[in-house]
C-alpha cells in the first residue's frame, strides 16, 4: 500500500457542502474517455455481470445513461421488471461493469451493487432519474416496454410488437425501472507502453467520511 | 417449447464420423459475425464474468483466439496463471461470455464451463492449441507472461518490465495458460426491426448423443 494516496475526499451526505463536492478521479476520467468516444455511440454500451440464484454468472450488454446526479457518481441504466436479470437481483444485488474503450485502449472495471428504482421510489433524485431515463429515449425504445414478457417463447402475433408506449411526457409504465450501481471499487487498465493498473476502493475514514483510495498495481 | 427443433445433430466422440461433423448454427453464425467485423480488431473482444470466493461477479475483456479446432467448438483465451481469475476458477468454473458486434447488432452471449489447459494437459489437441496460443501472439504481448505478479502492488523497478519472453517458436512460460470455454448454452439477440432472440442449448438425446436445441424467444 506503499503507492496509496488519498484522493477526492468528499463531505459526509448530511453535512450543507460549502463548495460543490469534488467528483472521484476515476468518474473523472471516465467522462474523458466517453467524450473522446463521443462519436461512436456503441462506447456507451458496457457489459454487466450479475449471479444468478444457481451461483453461475450471468453476462449481458447495456447501455450507460447517466450518473445519477452532479453529486452521486452511481452508473443509470434502464430495465424491464419482467427480464431474468431481476430474478437474479433477487437474490444478489452484487454486480461488476466491464466497460472497455476501443480508441484508449482503457478498461473499467466498476464493483460495486445494484439498487432498483421503479415506480413504488420515493427519493426525489431517484424520481427525477427515472422521468428522465424513460423521456428521453426515443419512441421505438420506449415501446419495448409494453413488449410482450421478455425470455418467454416468441410470441407470434405481428400486434404484440406494434403497440404503442405512452409518449416521453407521460409517466413510465410499471414494467420501466432503472438499475443504479453504487460503486465501491473501480479498477482501470491502460494498454499503452507502458500499461498501467489503477485500483479506486470507497473506504471510510475515522472521522466517519468516505473518501476514495487509490492505488497503483501491476497490469 | 413449440418452435423448437433439433439442429446440428453429431456422432457422440466415440464413434468415427462418416462425414465431417456439422458445427453448431450459432457457432456458423458467430463466425460470419466475426468475418463482417474483420476490420475491427477489438471485435474479437469479449467480456467474460465469473464468481469470485465471496460469490460476488467479476468481469473483464478478453480477447477471443479461436476454437479449439474444427471439431470442437469450446472457445479458446490466453491468460496468466498468477491472475485473480485463477483463484475464481478454483472455486467456480462457470463463466458467461457477453459479445456484442456494433455493426450488425448482435449480441452473443455464451454461457458453460472454463477449462484450464496449462503445461501439465496431456490432451495432445490442446497442447498443440497452447503452442499455436503462444506461437501466434507479438514479442509484446508473449512479453506480458514474464512481467511481475499482477495485481501486486505496481512494481517501479523499470528492468522488470523489459525482461524477454522466450519465442514464438520456443516453449510457452509456464504462467501462458489457456481458458476454454465449453459452451452449454448460447443466446443471441438481434437487434433489428423486429428484434431477435435465439436460444441454443447442448442436450442429451436418448440414445445418448448431444444436439443443439433450438428455440426462438421474446426479446
Redesign the interface.
Known amino acids: 500500500?506503499?503507492?496509496a494516496q488519498l484522493v477526492a475526499e468528499r463531505p459526509p451526505p448530511a453535512a450543507a457542502p460549502i463548495a460543490p463536492p469534488t467528483q472521484p478521479a476515476w468518474r473523472t476520467r471516465l467522462v474523458a474517455s466517453l467524450h473522446s468516444h463521443e462519436k461512436?455511440s456503441?462506447s456507451r454500451?458496457v457489459?454487466?455481470?450479475?449471479?444468478r440464484p444457481d451461483?453461475?454468472?450471468?453476462?449481458?450488454?447495456m447501455v450507460f445513461r447517466d450518473f445519477v446526479s452532479h453529486d452521486d457518481d452511481s452508473l443509470v441504466f434502464v430495465a424491464d421488471s419482467r427480464s431474468r436479470k431481476m430474478k437474479e437481483l433477487a437474490y444478489?444485488r452484487?454486480?461488476?461493469?466491464?466497460w472497455?474503450f476501443?480508441c484508449s485502449r482503457e478498461?473499467y472495471?466498476l464493483?460495486g451493487e445494484l439498487d432498483v428504482v421503479d415506480g413504488t421510489t420515493t427519493e426525489p433524485n431517484l424520481i427525477k432519474a427515472r422521468r428522465r431515463g424513460w423521456a428521453t429515449m426515443s419512441d421505438s425504445a420506449r415501446q419495448?416496454w409494453v413488449?410482450?414478457?421478455?425470455?418467454?417463447?416468441?410470441?407470434n402475433d405481428p400486434a404484440v410488437?406494434t403497440k404503442r408506449a405512452p409518449g416521453p411526457d407521460e409517466p413510465p409504465v410499471d414494467t420501466f425501472i432503472l438499475l443504479v450501481l453504487r460503486v465501491e471499487e473501480v479498477e482501470l487498465l491502460v494498454l499503452s507502453s507502458?500499461s498501467?493498473?489503477t485500483h479506486y476502493s470507497r473506504e471510510v475514514g475515522p472521522d466517519g467520511n468516505y473518501f476514495w483510495l487509490e492505488?497503483?498495481?501491476?497490469?
Not at 457489459?47 to 449471479?51: C, D, E, F, K, S
Open positions: 500500500m506503499a503507492l461512436q456503441h454500451y457489459q454487466l455481470a450479475t449471479v451461483g453461475r454468472p450471468a453476462n449481458r450488454t444478489s452484487a454486480a461488476e461493469v466491464a472497455y476501443p478498461q472495471r464493483t419495448q413488449w410482450p414478457q421478455p425470455g418467454a417463447p416468441r410470441d410488437w507502458p498501467t493498473c492505488e497503483s498495481l501491476n497490469p
